[in-house]
């Protein structure tokens, strides 16, 4: 089933806050850095700037993406419907439009780096935990394949 993509509502927030904090408790090695009404007023803080789309599977908010232009701050998917396609759906809209898009995954979240590396993406460098988790992460880039242009200046290549 393909799901439905929209932009986030303010009313998201909850949902989509509750995602992150169920992401980092699904995950030992990731320490719990912020509460969860912390995760709820990020993930508002996201939706008022633009930057989040929603996917909805059967009217049910099953995963987000959070984009500032070419930058991804997030992607999180309901654990109970990954593998679904639903963070692939996410990802190719951000990748249709056409920019380079960059990101950081923490080094053990190796489900995560593998999504990412089949969908294109490519390692830049790595650090030794220069972020507020102070855990290694990988930064990933993905680049648009170049537009083969068979004119110039409205003339015939």
């Keep these: 089933m393909t799901p439905t993509l929209r932009d986030a509502r303010d009313t998201d927030a909850g949902k989509l806050g509750q995602m992150i904090s169920d992401a980092v408790a699904a995950r030992a090695w990731k320490p719990v850095l912020h509460s969860g009404a912390q995760d709820i007023a990020h993930t508002g803080d996201m939706i008022d700037r633009g930057w ?4 909805e599977l059967d009217g049910r908010v099953a995963g987000f993406i959070a984009r500032e232009r070419g ?5 999180f998917v309901t654990p109970d419907l990954q593998g679904h396609g639903i963070g692939s759906a996410l990802l190719h809209e951000a990748q249709s439009h056409g920019q380079a898009l ?4 923490f080094e053990q979240n190796t489900d995560a780096l593998r999504f990412y590396l089949r969908a294109g993406f490519a390692e ?3 650090t030794a935990g220069e972020n507020d988790e102070a ?3 990988i930064h990933l880039r993905w680049t648009p394949a170049p537009t083969q242009q068979t004119e110039t200046k409205g ?3």
């Design 52 to 55: 989040v789309r929603v996917a």
């Design 102 to 105: 960059t990101l950081w995954v």
């Design 71 to 75: 930058y991804i701050h997030a992607l």
């Design 124 to 126: 830049t460098h790595r």
């Design 135 to 137: 855990l290694p992460d």
């Design 155 to 157: 003339h015939s290549a």
